[in-house]
Structure formats: C-alpha cells, structure tokens
T-cell receptor, first 116, second 115 residues
Framework: AQTVTQSQPEMSVQEAETVTLSCTYDTSESNYYLFWYKQPPSRQMILVIRQEAYKQQNATENRFSVNFQKAAKSFSLKISDSQLGDTAMYFC?????????????FGTGTRLQVTL | GAVVSQHPSRVICKSGTSVKIECRSLDFQATTMFWYRQFPKQSLMLMATSNEGSKATYEQGVEKDKFLINHASLTLSTLTVTSAHPEDSSFYICSTIGRAGNTIYFGEGSWLTVV
C-alpha cells in the first residue's frame, strides 16, 4: 500500500518570501502521479500542481514548483513570492495510473499561513 | 470552469432521517467517482469508490448500509446517509478522474449537520 507523509503540520511565511513544503511517499510502483492540492477555508480542493513519475523534469506552475526526487521518494512544493491568498491547507497526494484501481492517497496536510 | 459539481453545499437534517448528496461530472462521462469524508483539521478519508453500473467499493471500516452509494449514470453519483446521527456530521466531498486519466477533480463539498 502507498503512504504519503507530510512532516510539517504548520508553516508560516511572510508575504513575498519563498516557502517549501515537504512530502515523502512510499510505493513499489514505478509509474504514478503526484499532486499538491490546496484547500482554502472554503474547503474547495484546488489542484496546484501535478508531476508524472516518468518525467524527470520538475513541474512548474507560475509561482509554484516542485522538487521531485524519485529515488528518494520525495516531492516538495516551493511557493515563490508568497501571497496572502496562498494561506490554506496543502495536501500532497499520490495516485496510481488509471486502470489499476487508481485513487488518491493523501498526506496529513500542512497548514500554511502567509503573513504581512 | 467547474468539472465536478456537488449539491447541496450545506444541509441540516434531523437525527434518524436520511439525506442525499449528489455529485455530477459536468464535462465528461465518469465511470469512477470517489467519496471522501473530512473531519475537522484532518485530511480527506476515502469512504468508497463509486463505479457506474456496479456496486461501490467501500473502504475498510465504512458501513455500507449507512452510506449508500448509487452511480446510475455516467455523470451522476449519489451518497445517501441513512438514519443519520449527530456523529455523521461532517464535510463530504466527491471527486472523479479527469478525461485524460491523470488528474482527479473535486466537487465543492457538502457540509452535513445532523441535529
């Protein structure tokens, strides 16, 4: 079974600064997907970024980027130029490829607070 | 725009009654949908996987008779909480695999309060 670990329950960063959220996972699969989802107070789950395991290049979406280390099974999220609207819970998630009973396995989440 | 729509966003029901939550896939046919429950300050807990035209697959510890899931069409899955009790009060959220098969999209979620 897959497991996802987020070791930082809470993080704080000042506006315009950079913050990195950690995530490690455990799997015996060679092909899979990794995600970071953002959950603001509204509770809506918003996809932040996705990484395919077979791609060596780290995914980037505007101010959000990942450091994907497949051998180390590490998938950290870097938020640059933090904004107040980035305040939310962030969940790291793992998914097996479609067709193999794929479903998301979530980490416990990291609560990020962006301050002035 | 939204890919998955969930309704109602908030519902209050009396103890002992049943309440139904709908999850609709808006842009594509979804053979598989997922139902999660989230307790305060916790992560999402997968309750069951809803398969179109067949029985749902429940996670260990989830009562099948209490949380009835129906996936009668390729665009609609429903979760019915039967004989609701105050401890069933929670945030319930559905999701589905996107058209490309490499992303999961979530509905807006439903707050259930049982009084």
């Amino acid at each position: 079974a897959q497991t996802v670990t987020q070791s930082q329950p809470e993080m704080s960063v000042q506006e315009a600064e950079t913050v990195t959220l950690s995530c490690t996972y455990d799997t015996s699969e060679s092909n899979y997907y990794l995600f970071w989802y953002k959950q603001p107070p509204s509770r809506q789950m918003i996809l932040v970024i996705r990484q395919e395991a077979y791609k060596q290049q780290n995914a980037t979406e505007n101010r959000f980027s990942v450091n994907f280390q497949k051998a180390a099974k590490s998938f950290s999220l870097k938020i640059s130029d933090s904004q107040l609207g980035d305040t939310a819970m962030y969940f790291c998630a793992f998914m097996r490829p479609t067709g193999t009973a794929s479903k998301l396995t979530f980490g416990t989440g990291t609560r990020l607070q962006v301050t002035l | 725009g939204a890919v998955v729509s969930q309704h109602p966003s908030r519902v209050i029901c009396k103890s002992g009654t049943s309440v139904k939550i709908e999850c609709r896939s808006l842009d594509f046919q979804a053979t598989t949908m997922f139902w999660y429950r989230q307790f305060p300050k916790q992560s999402l807990m997968l309750m069951a996987t809803s398969n179109e035209g067949s029985k749902a697959t429940y996670e260990q510890g989830v009562e099948k008779d209490k949380f009835l899931i129906n996936h009668a069409s390729l665009t609609l899955s429903t979760l019915t909480v039967t004989s609701a009790h105050p401890e069933d009060s929670s945030f319930y959220i559905c999701s589905t695999i996107g058209r490309a098969g490499n992303t999961i999209y979530f509905g807006e979620g439903s707050w259930l309060t049982v009084v």
